[in-house]
C-alpha cells in the first residue's frame, strides 16, 4: 500500500531536526513511495571549561553542515511505516580549538586545533513514522572518507600520550543520530 | 529481497566503524632556556606566611654571562615584605645548562642545570633575631651578629643540612613561553639522580 497515498499525496516536505552535528532544518521531494531524495543544513557548537591542578582548559567547537541525499524506503516491510537507507553527501565547516591556562600567572601551557576534511560521504537507516501531513523520523548516519587533523602545540606542558588519546576519542563523530519532524505539503 | 540486502549493506556501514581518518602534530613553542636568556635578575613576588604571620622574597641573579647564579631570599616579620628580619643568600658558579629540554614526572618542559656551590650565608637583618640565632647556637654557632653575612655551607641548621663548599647543585629550571618568568626545581623533593622532580610554583620575574 502506498503510504503517500494514504496521507495526502504530497510530494515535498520539511522540517526540523536535532542531530549530534548540530540542530537544522531538512527538505526534501518524495520521487516515488520508495525514494527521497533531500537535503538539510545544521549547525552547532560546543564549549567545555574545566578545571585541573593551577590550570583551566577551554575548548570550543563549531560545526556546519549541509547535507544532500537520497533515501529508499522499505515500505512493505510492515514496520509501521517503514525502515529506510539513505546516502549522501555531507559538506563540513568544522573547526576545534582549546587551550590550556596557567591560572596563577595565564601563562598559555598548550593548545590544540583541530580541523575536519571538508566533504564527506554519509549513510545510514533509520525509521518514519507518519500521521497524516506530520511525519517524524530517527536515523543514524555514519560518516566516511573524511579526515580530521589535530596540532598539539606544547608551550610549557608535553601532551602526555594518555591526554592525546582522550582528547581524540572526545572530538571524534563518527556518528550521527538524527531526530527529525516535519510537514508534507 | 535486494531490499534487505539493501538495509543489510547499510547497517554494516554503520558498525563498520568508519568516521574520520586522524592525523596529528605535535609542535614543541616551548623557550629555548639558555645562559644569554637567564642573565639579569629575575624577582619572585612577595610571599607570605599566614601562619606564621611572616613573610619572603627571593631574587635570583644570574651573573658572569649566566655562569654565576645568587639566589638571595629575604625574610620578613610582617606580612606584606616590609621588616625584614634575615637574608639567606646561596651563590653558585660554573653553571652548565643541558642542551636538550626534557620533562618532569608532570609533563612539565624544563632544562636541567648544575652548578658548584661557593657559599651560602645567613644574615640576621635584627639584633632581636641575632640574639635568638645566638641563643639558640643556630648552626652550632654563636657569632651571629646583625647585619653580617655568616657562612652556613656544609653545616646542620634545625633540620636542614645545606650543601658544603663545591658541592654540585642540582636544579631545574622552566621558562614560560612569553619568557616572562621562569620557576625552579622543588629541592626538598629530588629524585636519586639528585636532580628535583618537581618545580616550585613560585615564579620569577625579570
Partial sequence: MSLLAESDNSSSEA??????????????????NEIHIGGSFSSGDTSTKSKGLGTSMKSQSTFMTVNAFGRYYLRDLGITDGLFGQAGLAFRNWTGKGSIID???QAKIASIKI????????????????????????????????????????NMHRFS??????????????????IYIGYSF | MIKYIFLLFFSIFLLSGCGDKLS???????????????????????????????????????????????????????LSCVTQSFVFTKKLNTLELEDSKTKTSQNQIIKKFTAKVTDITLEPKTTSVATLLFSSS?????GWNSGTETSVAGLTCGSITYNAVNDTHSDIIQINSEKTFIRLGNITNAAST?????????????
Fill in chain 1, 15 to 32: 522540517g526540523l531536526f536535532y542531530s549530534t552535528w548540530g540542530s537544522g532544518v531538512m527538505g526534501g521531494y518524495n520521487y516515488s
Fill in chain 1, 103 to 105: 591560572d596563577r600567572t
Fill in chain 1, 115 to 154: 580541523d575536519w576534511s571538508p566533504v564527506v560521504i554519509v549513510t545510514g537507516v533509520g525509521w518514519q513514522k507518519i500521521w497524516g501531513s506530520l511525519s517524524f523520523s530517527v536515523a543514524m548516519n555514519a560518516s566516511i572518507g573524511g579526515s580530521r587533523t589535530i596540532e598539539y602545540t606544547e
Fill in chain 1, 161 to 178: 600520550d594518555s591526554m592525546k588519546k582522550d582528547l581524540e576519542e572526545k572530538t571524534d563523530y563518527p556518528t550521527n543520530l538524527v
Fill in chain 2, 24 to 78: 596529528t602534530s605535535t609542535t614543541d613553542n616551548s623557550a629555548n632556556i639558555t645562559k644569554a636568556l637567564l642573565t639579569g635578575t629575575w624577582t619572585a613576588k612577595c610571599s607570605d606566611n599566614t601562619t606564621a604571620s611572616t613573610s619572603s622574597k627571593t631574587v635570583l641573579v644570574f651573573s658572569a654571562s649566566g655562569d654565576n647564579l645568587t639566589a638571595t631570599t629575604t625574610n620578613y616579620s610582617d
Fill in chain 2, 138 to 142: 643556630f648552626c652550632g654557632l654563636t
Fill in chain 2, 194 to 206: 639528585g636532580y628535583p622532580k618537581t618545580l616550585y610554583t613560585l615564579e620569577y620575574y625579570k
